[in-house]
């Protein structure tokens, strides 16, 4: 089955402990984004990638870090989490970036 | 700056009824546009697209409509079902290689 996986799907956290967020997608897209959803404010783009070790900013990329080493594989990183970044975080392939993206699931993140 | 809108942050319908989601662009590079339905607890799922070239595109209940001149496009559900009760997110993008510009979204409610 075609799908993006995201893991976890639950994680609190403390202030300042680093976590990644995994992204694995199994249709060989290119194209990889990382959205945070908050109330009132939408999706927001955090990263993207292009291509393997290909990378960009998007609107808020701000705390976050993320490495695209292969094309299936897109973590999402944050290396001193803090009580705003509390989300809900998704994950989105296509091949290409303008056209039908497959979202994961979603990671529920608390930062206490 | 936001370069896609939706007004109406919530919709509350009858079923059998239509509901009409509303969104509005301000960049007329934009030449995709995409309709994405979200569940809570998923992630969104693509739902219909239309090109510039066309100005209506139909698929079942859900149809699109797309005017250039105004720089709006609506989706059309018709009969609503309590099934479409979701929060659905307009898109776009102006060219294969960028990232799609999300709206806010729009929760729509289908009262039975």
């Known amino acids: 089955e075609a799908q993006v996986t995201q893991n976890p799907r639950y994680l609190i956290t403390v202030t300042g402990k680093k976590l990644t967020v995994t992204c694995s997608q199994n249709m060989n897209h290119e194209y990889m984004s990382w959205y945070r959803q908050d109330p009132g404010l939408g999706l927001r783009q955090i990263y993207y990638?292009?291509?393997?070790?290909?990378?960009d900013k998007g609107d808020v990329p701000e705390g976050y870090k993320v490495s695209r080493k292969e094309k299936r594989n897109f973590p999402l990183i944050l290396e001193s989490p803090s009580p705003n970044q509390t989300s809900l975080y998704f994950c989105?392939?296509?091949?290409?970036?303008?056209?039908?993206?497959?979202f994961g699931s979603g990671t529920r993140l608390t930062v206490v | 700056d936001q370069q896609v809108k939706q007004n109406s942050p919530s919709l509350s319908v009858q079923e059998g009824r239509i509901s009409i989601l509303n969104c509005d662009y301000t960049n007329s590079m934009f030449d995709y546009f995409l309709w994405y339905k979200k569940y809570p607890a998923e992630g969104p799922t693509f739902l219909i697209s239309i090109s510039s070239i066309k100005d209506k595109n139909e698929d079942g209940r859900f149809t699109v409509f797309l005017n250039k001149s105004a720089k709006h496009l609506s989706l059309h559900i018709v009969p609503s079902q309590p099934g479409d009760s979701a929060v659905y997110f307009c898109a776009a993008s102006s060219l294969p290689g960028t990232p799609l510009v999300f709206g806010k979204g729009t929760r729509l409610s289908v009262i039975a």
């Open positions: 990638s292009m291509n393997v070790e290909v990378t």
């Open positions: 989105a392939s296509s091949l290409t970036p303008g056209y039908g993206y497959t």
